[in-house]
C-alpha cells in the first residue's frame, strides 16, 4: 500500500540481504518489504523472493499503484517464517506514522520479532570512524545519519554515471558484463565518471576502455536513477546516456566486458543487466524506429 511523501530517491541492495542465510529451518520464509517509490512515497508488501519482486515492480507487473510511480527501490524488508506473518506485520507497518518507517530502515531495526533483512546504510563515519546517529530535523521527512564524534552529516548523494548507445550499420553495440553485479549479463557500454571529468569526455572513455571502440556522441537521450552494488555496499546511481556513432577503433572486449554484441532494434536481449537498462532501451527504439522493447 502506498503512502505519499517527498520526491528524493533513495536505492537499495539488490543482493546479498543480511539474512539470506541459507539455513535450513528458513527454507521457505516470507518477507514484509519497504519500497521507495519514485516520488518519495513509500510502499508495503509481502514477497518470498525480494530481488524478483522489486524487479517485477519495475516492470510495472507488481501493483497499480506502483506501476504509475517507477522507478521503486527497497529501503527496508523484515524476515517471516510464513506468509501469515509477514502479512500481519505488513498491516501493523503500513499503519506506523512515515518518520517511524523511515527511522527503522535508516537504522535496520527488527520488527515486530523479525530481523532486518533490507539494505544496510552505513554505520560509521568516512572522515574519523566514530558511529553514526540518527536525527531528525525540523521540517524533514525523512531521518538523517550525523557523526557522533565530529558532527558531520552523512548525505548518500548520487554517483554520477555515463553511457552511450552506439550504433553502426543500423545496430546497437551492448556489452556482456564480465563482473558482478549481472556477470553475464548484457549492458550498455559505459562506468563511472572519475573525479572532474566532464560526462562527454567519460563517455567517450568508458566506450573505448570496454571495447576498443571510438565513437561520436550525437545527442543526449536522458538520465536515468539505479542501484548499484559493491564489496556489499549500497549505492544510488544517476545514469546519463548519450546517444553515439562508431567512427573508428580496434573493436575488443575489456575492462568490464567479456564479449561484444551488436543488435538490431528489433532483436535486443532480454537479460538486460540493472533495473533501468530496458527503459534507457526503451527510450532509445523509440527514438529511433518507434515501438518498445
Not at 512515497?41 to 506502483?66: F, I, K, P
Not at 556477470?183 to 566532464?198: K, N, Q, S, T
Not at 536481449?269 to 526503451?282: G, M, Q, S, T, W
Amino acid at each position: 500500500m502506498g503512502e505519499r511523501g517527498s520526491g528524493v530517491l533513495h536505492l537499495p541492495i539488490p543482493r546479498p540481504f543480511p539474512c539470506d542465510t541459507g539455513d535450513t529451518m528458513d527454507s521457505h520464509p516470507w518477507y514484509t518489504y519497504l519500497l521507495r517509490c519514485s516520488d518519495g512515497s513509500l510502499y508495503t508488501g509481502v514477497t518470498t523472493d525480494l530481488e524478483r519482486r522489486v524487479r517485477e515492480h519495475n516492470r510495472g507487473r507488481a501493483s497499480r499503484y506502483t506501476a504509475g510511480r517507477r522507478p521503486v527501490w527497497l529501503v527496508g524488508a523484515w524476515k517471516f517464517p510464513d506468509r501469515a506473518s509477514a502479512q500481519r506485520a505488513e498491516a501493523r507497518l503500513r499503519r506506523l506514522p512515515r518518520l517511524e518507517k523511515e527511522r527503522m530502515a535508516i537504522t535496520g531495526t527488527p520488527f515486530d520479532g523479525a530481523p532486518f533483512c533490507g539494505p544496510l546504510p552505513p554505520r560509521f563515519c568516512p572522515r574519523c570512524g566514530a558511529p553514526l546517529e540518527v536525527t531528525f530535523r525540523p521540517g524533514a521527512d525523512r531521518p538523517l545519519q550525523v557523526c557522533s564524534a565530529c558532527g558531520r552529516t552523512h548525505y548518500r548523494n548520487a554517483k554520477p554515471c555515463v553511457g552511450v548507445l552506439a550504433m553502426r550499420d543500423g545496430r546497437l553495440l551492448l556489452v556482456r558484463r564480465a563482473i558482478d553485479p549481472f556477470r553475464g549479463y548484457w549492458d550498455i557500454p559505459g562506468g563511472f565518471l572519475e573525479e572532474g571529468e566532464h560526462p562527454e569526455q567519460g563517455a567517450l572513455r568508458e566506450v573505448k576502455e570496454e571495447t576498443g571502440l571510438e565513437v561520436h556522441l550525437t545527442d543526449l537521450l536522458g538520465f536515468y536513477l539505479d542501484r548499484y552494488v559493491y564489496q556489499g555496499e549500497q549505492g544510488i546511481t544517476l545514469n546519463i546516456y548519450f546517444l553515439g556513432e562508431v567512427i573508428g577503433g580496434e573493436e575488443r572486449p575489456a575492462d568490464d566486458a567479456a564479449a561484444l554484441g551488436w543488435f538490431p532494434p528489433d532483436r535486443l536481449p532480454r537479460r538486460l543487466a540493472f533495473d533501468h537498462a530496458r527503459k534507457v532501451l526503451e527510450d532509445w527504439r523509440r527514438r529511433i524506429v518507434g515501438g518498445s522493447i
